[in-house]
């Protein structure tokens, strides 16, 4: 029987590809291993876990002891960061340096549990004696790079900064009242408006600090005070499906004036700071130099949204030599310090011109 043209042919055969821009190294091997895993109908890294610290020693010093005391083919990648691959595991490891400490974040994926926890408990028997154990927040500074991709840096911050209510006169009840209430409310959102120097940044750390110590020592934050990374959606999404306990946006300016003035970007923080999508107990924290409350939307400073827009200003001189008997140890410092501030021949003064003027003081001292 003769078979018909159309019998002889082949079966059909289709071949896809897809094609993706990595401009991470580790980010690169690892979807490599992924696709090789997907493609052979294999299980790759089915175990994924994170590790934080901050240790009293150099960054070089325990990056080498990383790439040769534990064990692994160890690469690295440069000061920063290092990648380490080993038996039904690898781990992708970054450090960021500061005066007296160092911060370390270690991506670890591994066939199974039990070798996920031992490269986590070997990396944390390099610190053990080092290890910074006090209260801690994580920083993850978001920016939109060069090629207009968003990217970001962790960076570990003791939660050690010391707030007194003698630089916030106007926040009635004390700081610490004041941080607590803020925490414990539904309100999501808290305006920190005023000059520069006045100890909005100081206050935000303090807040940082204190949701530390609710959590058990570590907190982690998204920030930001790049105007191009909240032109999308992407860094919301982050916030939304991430692990931070709290958005951060610094110099607001542009983001916080009302939306009939040509404001494009406000409504991604109204929608989730109490609209359909919401920040689910998380807060959100904007600091402004705008001066007036009356420059901010109505709608992001509305009741069950925002819990205060509280202005920081420069105190005056009383209030500055009140500041200044809590940062000197003495009254001979403290008369140094003010007539230090004295000359500048100012009414009132920054938070930044009295810690300034107090830490001069101390110097004019030591020097005879």
């Known amino acids: 029987m003769t078979k018909s043209p159309e019998s002889l042919r082949p079966p059909h055969t289709f071949v896809a590809s897809a094609s993706q821009q990595v401009w991470d190294f580790p980010d690169l091997i690892l979807k490599a291993r992924f696709a090789d895993a997907v493609e052979a109908g294999a299980s790759k890294y089915p175990i994924h876990r994170r590790l934080r610290f901050a240790a009293r020693t150099d960054l070089d010093e325990l990056f080498d002891r990383v790439a040769l ?3 692994y083919h ?3 990648l440069d000061s920063s960061s290092i990648m380490l691959d080993g038996e039904s595991v690898f781990i992708v490891g970054r450090g960021g340096r500061k ?3 160092c911060s370390c974040y270690f991506s670890i994926w591994a066939g199974n549990r039990d070798a996920a926890e031992r490269a986590r408990e070997s990396l944390l028997g390099l610190v053990q004696q080092t290890r910074i154990l006090e209260p801690m927040f994580s920083i993850d500074w978001h920016f939109v790079t060069a090629r207009g991709e968003l990217e970001s840096a962790s960076i570990e911050e003791l939660a050690d900064d010391i707030l007194f209510d003698e630089a916030y006169p106007d926040i009635e009840g004390g700081l610490k009242n004041f941080i607590n209430r803020y925490l414990d409310a539904e309100e999501t959102v808290l305006v920190l408006q005023g000059p520069p120097g006045t100890g909005k940044t100081r206050l935000i750390r303090a807040i940082l600090g204190e949701i530390s110590r609710r959590r058990g020592g570590e907190a982690q934050a998204l920030y930001t005070g790049d105007k191009k990374s909240l032109e999308n959606d992407q860094i919301f999404v982050r916030f939304i499906t991430g692990w931070e306990d709290v958005f951060v946006v610094e110099d607001a300016d542009h983001l916080l004036k009302p ?10 923080f109204l929608a989730i700071a109490d609209g359909v999508v919401r920040a689910q107990g998380r807060k959100i924290i904007f600091s402004t130099n705008l001066p007036n409350v009356g420059d901010l ?5 509305r009741p069950g949204r925002c819990f205060a827009s509280l202005f920081v200003r420069a ?4 209030e500055a030599e009140a500041m200044l008997r809590r940062l000197c140890t003495d009254d001979e410092l403290c008369a140094i310090a003010m007539r230090r501030l ?3 021949e100012a009414a009132t003064h920054s938070l930044a011109e009295i810690y300034l003027a107090a830490r001069l003081a101390h110097e004019d001292r030591d020097r005879g």
Do not use: P
Request: net charge positive.
């Open 297 to 301: 939307d109505d709608a992001l400073t």
């Open 342 to 344: 004295v000359s500048m």
């Open 69 to 71: 005391d534990l064990g």
């Open 259 to 268: 939306r009939a003035k040509g404001n494009e970007n406000l409504h991604r």
């Open 99 to 101: 005066a007296a400490y």
């Open 74 to 76: 160890a690469q690295r």
């Open 315 to 318: 105190l005056g001189r009383a």
